[in-house]
């Protein structure tokens, strides 16, 4: 069975401040892949990264950073130095054969 | 660039009417998908299509039937709507070329079952 769980159902912080969402996933296959997708207050669903399962470097985007470890079967995210633009509902997923699973979301409120 | 588009974009119905919600791609992608948002229950997978003529179950089909037209346009069909079906629902495609693609949401349809 695939599960990806996000544990953190909502974040508060202030501007500035680097903040974590964290993502365990469930599977039994080693060929996968994974996700994060943005949901800002407007609603649209917004792709941030893709990860397969045979590439465990983490990843580095401006102000967005990606911990994927298979031996704890976690794929963190990073955002440093928080923004108010920031502010979302962050959606952890794990594609198996093209049937994608999501996590229950992860708020963030970044303050100014 | 329209990507994918959802109509409509907000519908009320009563309990036991039904209704089809229409999705349209225009990125030649091979996959097409429905899912539903609830609060705090992340996205729920409710059909998909990986290729034209193709329809599979995900999570959560009960209730739903599904049609994929052509390579550009999925739809959903509620057949007699319930309360419980009040959701967000999302369409998405994918070029899944033999290889995990992103995911292209449509901008949602809002629900409301009477």
């Known amino acids: 069975a695939q599960k990806v769980t996000q544990a953190q159902t909502e974040i508060s912080v202030v501007e500035k401040e680097d903040v974590t969402l964290d993502c365990v996933y469930e599977t039994r296959d080693t060929t996968y892949y994974l996700f994060w997708y943005k949901q800002p207050p407007s609603g649209e669903l917004v792709f941030l990264i893709r990860?397969?399962?045979?590439?465990?470097q983490n990843e580095i985007s401006g102000r967005y950073s990606w911990n994927f470890q298979k031996s704890t079967s976690s794929f963190n995210f990073t955002i440093t130095a928080s923004q108010v633009v920031d502010s979302a509902v962050y959606f952890c997923a794990l594609d198996n054969f093209n049937k994608f699973y999501f996590g229950s979301g992860t708020k963030l409120n970044v303050k100014p | 660039n329209a990507g994918v588009t959802q109509t409509p974009k907000f519908q009320v119905l009563k309990t036991g009417q039904s209704m089809t919600l229409q999705c349209a791609q225009d990125m030649n992608h091979n996959s097409m998908y429905w899912y539903r948002q609830d609060p705090g229950m992340g996205l729920r997978l409710i059909y998909y299509s990986a290729s034209e003529g193709t329809t599979d179950k995900g999570e959560v089909p009960n209730g739903y039937n599904v049609s994929r037209l052509n390579k550009r346009e999925f739809s959903l069909r509620l057949e007699s709507a319930a309360p419980s079906q009040t959701s967000v629902y999302f369409c998405?495609?994918?070029?899944?070329?033999?290889?995990?693609?992103?995911?292209?949401f449509g901008n949602g349809t809002r629900l409301t079952v009477t």
């Open positions: 990860r397969n399962s045979f590439d465990e």
């Open positions: 998405a495609s994918s070029e899944d070329e033999g290889i995990s693609s992103p995911l292209h």
